[in-house]
T-cell receptor, first 114, second 113 residues
Framework: TQLLEQSPQFLSIQEGENLTVYCNSS?????LQWYRQEPGEGPVLLVT?????EVKKLKRLTFQFGDARKDSSLHITAAQTGDTGLYLC??????????????FGQGTILTVHP | EAQVTQNPRYLITVTGKKLTVTCSQN?????MSWYRQDPGLGLRQIYY???????DKGDVPEGYKVSRKEKRNFPLILESPSPNQTSLYFC????????????FGPGTRLTVL
């Protein structure tokens, strides 16, 4: 069973601060996805990274996939109250025979205070 | 509008009373999955389906059944629910050509007394 360890589990910061969320595993993944979930709703895809060392930017959010495709990070610059939510990473099976299988991290609950 | 719908959104039931949570997607996606979400445990995959009549177990399949008779529908069946199946359930779909990016439904909050 593949595992994704996400940290920290909780993050409470002031508006304007920077933060980083980590997603680590001992397994190799074919892809790494990041989702954001708001209360009462399903997760929504933010980004997919697929190449070792890949960096993607989405406005103030920067996503990185580790060189060995075992870990990823999400960095938010100058956080805003609208960034508040649950952030989830998910790894795609690299085995090639289980396309439908995704492994999710435990999630990071981010609260940005005004 | 592209979407995944689930019904019901909220359900309170008693131990042992069979129930079905329906899931439907209008994006012609081949892949569909069911997840449960519990505090501190994140999302755990229950079952997934690669196409009509093709399903496979996820990480926590015990106590659940699924069927995929039509491409758009993927119901989750609890034959004899127990209190440890109290959870928030999400259905999701994904298409081919990408990296299995999931489109999630709005969730079903199930309470088993």
């Amino acid at each position: 069973t593949q595992l994704l360890e996400q940290s920290p589990q909780f993050l409470s910061i002031q508006e304007g601060e920077n933060l980083t969320v980590y997603c680590n595993s001992s397994s190799v993944f074919s892809s790494l996805q990041w989702y954001r979930q708001e209360p009462g709703e399903g997760p929504v895809l933010l980004v997919t990274v697929v190449t070792g060392g890949e960096v993607k930017k989405l406005k103030r959010l920067t996503f990185q996939f580790g060189d060995a495709r075992k870990d990823s990070s999400l960095h938010i610059t100058a956080a805003q109250t609208g960034d508040t939510g649950l952030y989830l990473c998910a790894g795609g099976d690299a085995g090639g025979t289980s396309y439908g299988k995704l492994t999710f991290g435990q999630g990071t609950i981010l609260t940005v205070h005004p | 509008e592209a979407q995944v719908t689930q019904n019901p959104r909220y359900l309170i039931t008693v131990t042992g009373k069979k129930l079905t949570v329906t899931c439907s997607q209008n994006m012609n996606h081949e892949y569909m999955s069911w997840y449960r979400q519990d505090p501190g445990l994140g999302l755990r995959q229950i079952y997934y389906s690669m196409n009509v009549e093709v399903t496979d177990k996820g990480d926590v399949p015990e106590g659940y059944k699924v069927s995929r008779k039509e491409k758009r529908n993927f119901p989750l069946i609890l034959e004899s629910p127990s209190p440890n199946q109290t959870s928030l359930y999400f259905c999701a779909s994904s298409g081919t050509g990408g990296y299995n990016e999931q489109f999630f439904g709005p969730g079903t909050r199930l309470t088993v007394l």
